[in-house]
């Protein structure tokens, strides 16, 4: 399947330069699907951070799109502790990179698509508590470690796994706004590469 020209592009320019301590996480991580999907069993993975507005909603965006790239079965959700909104920035982010990204609506909490292929309907993405993905059974990647301190159960997890980034709203209202956000959301990008680009059918 074709993602859009500039995605691809953007995708396979993502270099794997993480420590090596980082890289046991993600083979972890990737052992953790690997063994989901030869066993039949259907892939879920829940992003969750705090508010669902930044880090987590990224990682969806960049899982789902890297599964269809490489093929990979799994169906990616995000959520919160709490809902929010969508953060424009990371909206932006994901745009520099190649995703269309259209708001379907103006409310406080906006639905907005985003799409990374001509041939996929775009995923609907707004700010929800992660426990609305709507599926028994997920594996839970905690994208901030305030939201893993704040969850203690969760009781549709199959697997919960610390797979933390430091936070891009350090960026808001500065100079540096457009390129740190772009900058957190390929580093995001990268690692998942990584798993995806790890996993076989």
């Known amino acids: 399947m074709h993602l859009y020209h500039e995605l691809e592009q953007s995708m396979r320019a993502l270099k794997f330069d993480f420590s090596e301590e980082r890289k046991a996480l993600l083979r972890a991580i990737t052992a953790r699907i690997q063994e989901q999907l030869d066993s039949g069993e259907k892939v879920n993975l829940n992003f969750i951070c705090t508010h669902n507005s930044r880090r987590s909603q990224l990682a969806q965006a960049w899982a789902q799109a890297l599964a269809v790239y490489y093929d990979i079965s799994v169906v990616c959700f995000s959520g919160g502790s709490e809902k929010t909104a969508f ?7 994901l745009q520099q ?20 292929s001509p041939e996929v309907k775009g995923l609907k993405m707004y700010s929800k508590k992660y426990d609305e993905a709507g599926v028994d059974s ?9 939201a893993d301190e704040n969850c203690p159960y969760i009781p549709e997890a199959s697997a919960r796994i610390k797979f933390t980034f430091d936070d891009p709203k350090v960026f808001d209202n ?3 706004a457009v390129s740190g956000y772009v900058e957190r959301s390929l580093q995001i990008a990268a690692q998942l590469k990584f798993i995806f680009s790890n996993l076989h059918i």
């Open 138 to 146: 997920f594996i839970a990647l905690m994208t901030c470690s305030d």
């Open 87 to 93: 953060h424009v920035n990371a909206q932006k982010a």
């Open 174 to 176: 500065t100079d540096q």
């Open 97 to 116: 990179s190649g995703f269309i990204v259209e708001t379907e609506d103006q409310a406080d909490n906006p639905i907005v698509r985003v799409s990374f």
